[in-house]
Nanobody
Framework: QVQLVESGGGLVQAGGSLKLSCVAS??????????MAWFRQAPGKEREFVAS????????YYADSVKGRFTVSGDNAKNTVSLQMNSLTPEDTAVYYC???????????????WGRGTQVTVSS
């Protein structure tokens, strides 16, 4: 099994920045391509894709709503992924979840492992 632990959430004013981090433990992926991703879920809304990275190629993918503002990065050797979030708006308020699987993609069912989430709140 793989455990994912997110950190870095909090309260920030609109226009500010936050950096989320996620560490995977419990199983090594050093010999297997792995993708890690961020999803978010706001109250009353479905979970939505934010960004992902294929760790063995460093290819990244973003939702249109965050392109140019968020940057996903990862370390294959350390099984970590980060999400740098800039120019935050109240619409970015949500619980952010880290996910891990074999292939980067926008659909939640692509990912096998999930963290418990970290709250990001952007005040206006």
């Amino acid at each position: 099994q793989v455990q994912l632990v997110e950190s870095g959430g909090g309260l920030v004013q609109a226009g500010g920045s936050l950096k989320l981090s996620c560490v995977a433990s419990g199983r090594t992926f050093s010999s297997t391509p792995m993708a890690m991703a961020w999803f978010r879920q706001a109250p009353g809304k479905e979970r939505e894709f934010v960004a992902s990275i294929q760790l063995n190629t460093a290819n990244t993918y973003y939702a249109d709503s965050v392109k140019g503002r968020f940057t996903v990065s990862g370390d294959n050797a350390k099984n970590t992924v980060s999400l740098q979030m800039n120019s935050l708006t109240p619409e970015d308020t949500a619980v952010y979840y880290c996910a891990a699987g074999r292939t980067a993609g926008p659909k939640p069912d692509t990912y096998t492992y999930w963290g418990r989430g970290t709250q990001v709140t952007v005040s206006s």
